[in-house]
């Protein structure tokens, strides 16, 4: 069994996932984990970011024992993880058998989902539409339930409590936006009901599918 923490870090946005990994890491730490993230630039050459690559995905996949079990953190659309390089889709299926993946990105389980169950990878967890992702601590939604996602997942709970456990996540912060409001200040309080339904609208698009008893 092999764990894969897939990082791009292409942009703010994935930086800040990236960060959620970190976290989760330092919180439930897995011996065979190994965090794939951009390669730094070779000694002597132009500080240019290097993307990470499909190759690099594929071969990190292959190379582990199986199953491998995939926590990804970065773009996505409908139809694959990565955005724009694609780095796993359906094509990835085959070398997934047996697989628990939690993607943390955009839409990464709506088609996508159920087609990879359908064709063999043990369990897929995320979203089934776009997400907002906040870029510092005080943008909403707060960064806690993706921790709470990949903390639950890294500690080996099955895909049913991964999912129950950041869905309540979700809800505890819209209650929290909500509690912490004033009634008193009209503008203040709108945003809070806004907030919290954002909140309430990750937790709702937030699914496992397949075994869901599986772990890593």
Same mark, same amino acid.
């Given at each position: 069994?092999?764990?894969?923490?897939?990082?791009?870090?292409?942009?703010?946005?994935?930086?800040?996932?990236?960060?959620?990994?970190?976290?989760?890491?330092?919180?439930?730490?897995?011996?065979?984990?190994?965090?794939? %993230?951009? =390669?730094? !630039?070779? #000694?002597?050459?132009?500080?240019?970011?290097?993307? &990470?690559?499909?190759?690099? *995905?594929?071969? /990190?996949?292959?190379?582990?024992?199986?199953?491998?079990?995939?926590?990804?953190?970065?773009?996505?659309?409908?139809?694959?993880?990565?955005?724009?390089?694609?780095?796993?889709?359906?094509?990835?299926?085959?070398?997934?058998?047996?697989?628990?993946?939690?993607?943390?990105?955009?839409?990464?389980?709506?088609?996508?989902?159920?087609?990879?169950?359908?064709?063999?990878?043990?369990?897929?967890?995320?979203? %089934?539409? =776009?997400? !907002?992702? #906040?870029?510092?601590?005080?943008?909403?939604?707060? &960064?806690?339930?993706?921790? *709470?996602?990949? /903390?639950?997942?890294?500690?080996?709970?099955?895909?049913?409590?991964?999912?129950?456990?950041?869905?309540?996540?979700?809800?505890?912060?819209?209650?929290?936006?909500?509690?912490?409001?004033?009634?008193?200040?009209?503008?203040?309080?709108?945003?809070?009901?806004?907030?919290?339904?954002?909140?309430?609208?990750?937790?709702?698009?937030?699914?496992?599918?397949?075994?869901?008893?599986?772990?890593?």
């Amino acid at each position: 069994m092999a764990v894969l923490l897939i990082r791009p870090e292409s942009d703010a946005t994935e930086q800040v996932l990236s960060m959620v990994a970190s976290h989760a890491l330092s919180q439930a730490p897995v011996p065979s984990a190994q965090s794939l %993230t951009p =390669p730094l !630039p070779a #000694p002597g050459s132009p500080n240019v970011p290097q993307p &990470l690559t499909r190759a690099t *995905v594929d071969q /990190a996949i292959t190379a582990g024992p199986q199953p491998v079990h995939i926590l990804y953190f970065g773009h996505a659309r409908r139809t694959q993880l990565g955005d724009p390089t694609v780095l796993i889709d359906s094509a990835t299926f085959p070398r997934l058998k047996d697989s628990l993946v939690l993607a943390l990105a955009c839409s990464s389980s709506d088609q996508l989902g159920p087609d990879a169950v359908a064709n063999g990878v043990g369990a897929w967890i995320g979203f %089934t539409r =776009p997400i !907002p992702v #906040p870029l510092t601590q005080q943008m909403v939604p707060d &960064l806690e339930p993706f921790r *709470v996602a990949a /903390a639950v997942t890294l500690k080996g709970d099955p895909a049913a409590d991964i999912e129950k456990q950041t869905r309540d996540a979700f809800e505890q912060r819209a209650d929290t936006i909500i509690n912490s409001a004033s009634q008193a200040h009209h503008a203040q309080w709108v945003q809070a009901v806004v907030d919290s339904l954002v909140e309430r609208g990750l937790a709702s698009t937030f699914h496992a599918q397949g075994d869901l008893t599986a772990t890593i």
